[in-house]
């Protein structure tokens, strides 16, 4: 395997000495980047973008070639494994996701079963291999998945969910039968992630974008539970060396000491907390990632510089911070204000 020549990320997210601070961002490949949007027109629609590796990783690539970024993240959507699990996927322009076979009843739990990555998701892990060979270790490449929650809400509800009143109806109605679901969930996130480290990639994020809307207690028992459980199907080392893994739960900072004692290696810290307060919260056993407002990016070249500074001089400890925004990029964002954000995290950081 070819060596890392930049290995900022993984070093950071293990806590050990860099020379500056690593930045990616969530959502680096995505609709603000015009040459994104012309691949998207070339594939026809975004499932095809998804489940043609070629052009997953062209995308991939793209920011790579615009930014000093320190990692890629795979190009995919949290919602494949449902998607494999046979609910019937869709995405309409302007509408989102949507399950043509929603997971409403008992029945519809019990026919559920844990997707072979080699098979219904052999996709993915080939996007994951061609990315690996295309990056020539330039940087690392962080595989993902949506939290087995997050993506329960989106099999329950059928799609994108204001209120989630059918998850939380199923949830407080019949309790076992959602542990029932978002264990055969659980099981496929885990396979999925174990698949896409035998691919090649050298990192791990887990999306719970859906965890916040939980009470704390209920976050506890019905998100981080679950995640826990993934964390704990894992394999934490592939060819000698440590994978590390972020968990990343937005709204859900009432339980950062629990987030950390499940063993991930980082946080991913949403907008709506101070750095300094997380990292005094979660001490120096963990790294965390974070956290700009994404909204930042709306402004210009010299207030994001002043942001991201704010950022930096917030964290107190010399190793262990991944920049990154506190949620994906926004579509309408301006990419020389990227640029301004990723050059701004170096030259702040440099040690």
Known sequence: MTSQKNDRFLRALLRQP?????????????????????????????????????????????????????????????????????????????????????VRTA?????????????????????????????????????????????????VEGRSSKDFSKIKALMYEQPKLLEQLLSTVSASVASYLNAQIEAGAQALMIFDTWGGVLTPELYRRYSLAFMHSVLDQLKREHDGKKIPVILFSKGANHSLTDIAATGTDGIGLDWTINIADASAIVGTDV???????????????????????????????????????GHGIHPGIDPENVKALVDAVHEFSQR
């Open 18 to 102: 860099v020379d500056a601070t690593p930045v990616w961002i969530m959502r680096q490949a995505g609709r603000y980047l015009p040459e994104y949007r012309a691949t998207r027109a070339k594939a026809g629609n975004f499932l095809t973008l998804c489940k043609t590796p070629e052009l997953a990783c062209e995308v991939t690539m793209q920011p790579l070639d615009r930014f000093d970024l320190d990692a890629a993240i795979l190009f995919s959507d949290i919602l494949t494994i449902p998607d494999a699990m046979g609910l019937g996927l869709q995405f309409v322009e302007g509408d989102g996701p949507s399950f043509s076979n929603p």
């Open 107 to 155: 029945a519809d739990i019990k026919k559920l079963a844990v997707p072979d990555p080699g098979a219904e998701l052999r996709y993915v892990t080939d996007a994951v291999s061609l990315i690996r060979k295309e990056l020539d270790g330039r940087v690392p490449l962080i595989g993902f998945s949506g939290s087995p929650w997050t993506l329960a809400t989106y099999m």
């Open 287 to 325: 790294a965390v990632q974070g956290n700009l407002d994404p909204s930042v990016l709306y402004s210009s070249p010299e207030v994001v510089r002043e942001q991201v500074k704010k950022v930096l001089d917030a964290y107190p400890h010399e190793t262990g911070h991944v920049f990154n925004l």
